[in-house]
């Protein structure tokens, strides 16, 4: 669960803070050590270390949401979205209660198909509270619109998306591959001073909402861009820097990322980060790109012993 980590001094400060801004979780019991205080939180909170803890529940007339079969959700901007098991479908109404009464949203919805087709999208169910699938984000102080049944967003990719904006460097020409409603191009244009990032995607849905966000968060150096990635990414030229956010297939991307930036970021999901650095090698061999790999980094867990990587190339 999302917390963030604070030094045990500042704790009762940051605490009535975080009631008074309505993001600090109640339901949730806050944590200590010898040194630090982690408080359970709706959102990432700009200025806080943000870390993922197991909060305990606390007790409350309510049926824990562990004992209904409710393992995890996602808050996205003002809805809740929970993936309920078939043996407990049920409750889902129980459940979808629950998770109204004890967190600052409007909507429960469900997750009915798993993320397909060329635009990556999943398709969502309301389940209780205002029917609605559309909502704005809010991630880092920035707010992104979006539709859950239109566009792909991973409001769990929060902490990556800021460690990886925290890399760029003054005047760098940036390429999103898969930009989404932006959640990336859009942190990296507030938070850094890139010249320009060309932002694509081949969903007409997400480039409509990822214009709404740079208007809603005032970008002036990005440019969105509808279409395919390998067409589109030839056209715009050389790029300092390339961000590969489409980890089950980004591979099939990578000659065209090799041939265009000095520095890939390419997202993966598997089991062995060493396998996918050979086939980034061996690929790059094949067509006579000299390349350096960097290191990776560990995102977050997929699935038992599968995680998703970022691998830093330069080329």
């Known amino acids: 669960m999302l917390g963030i980590k604070v030094p045990k001094e500042e704790g009762e ?5 975080l009631i008074t801004k309505n993001v600090l979780v109640k339901n949730y019991k806050i944590m200590k050590d010898s040194h630090f205080v982690y408080f359970p939180v709706t959102h990432i909170i700009p200025g806080y270390e943000s870390v993922e803890c197991e909060f305990e529940e606390r007790p409350s007339h309510f049926p824990s949401l562990q004992s209904l079969g409710l393992s995890s959700f996602d808050l996205i901007g003002d809805i809740a979205v929970v993936e309920i098991p078939e043996e407990v ?13 004890r967190n600052p949203i409007h909507t429960v ?7 397909t087709g060329q635009f990556r999208v999943r398709k969502h169910a309301h389940v209780l509270g205002e029917e609605k699938f559309q909502t704005i984000h ?11 049944n239109r566009v792909y967003f991973n409001p769990r990719l929060a902490t990556e ?3 990886l904006t925290q890399k760029i460097k ?3 020409v940036i390429i999103d591959m898969f930009c989404g409603v932006g959640p990336f191009s859009v942190m990296i244009s507030k938070y850094t001073h890139a010249r320009t990032i060309y932002a694509i995607d081949i969903n007409p849905d997400a480039i409509w909402y990822l214009r709404e966000n740079i208007r809603m968060n005032r970008c002036e150096n990005v440019i969105p861009i509808c279409g395919d990635a390998r067409k589109q990414v030839p056209q715009i030229g050389k790029a300092d820097r390339i961000l590969m956010n489409l980890p089950h297939s980004a591979f099939d991307f990578l000659p065209e990322a090799l041939r265009a930036g000095k520095t890939l970021h390419y997202y993966c999901i598997c089991e062995s980060v060493e396998e996918e650095k050979e086939r980034i090698h061996i690929l790059a061999e094949k067509m006579s790109s000299k390349i350096t790999i960097q290191g990776h980094q560990m995102v977050k867990s997929y699935a038992p012993h599968v995680d998703m990587y970022r691998i830093d190339v330069s080329t």
């Not at 809010?138 to 859950?148: R, S, V, W």
């Open 13 to 17: 400060k940051v605490r009535q803070l």
């Open 161 to 163: 998306r800021m460690r």
């Open 170 to 172: 003054a005047n760098e």
């Open 89 to 101: 479908q049920a409750q889902k109404r129980e459940i979808a209660g629950i998770l109204l009464a």
């Open 109 to 115: 919805v469900e997750k009915t198909t798993e993320v």
């Open 138 to 148: 809010t991630e880092y102080g920035l707010h992104y619109a979006l539709d859950l």
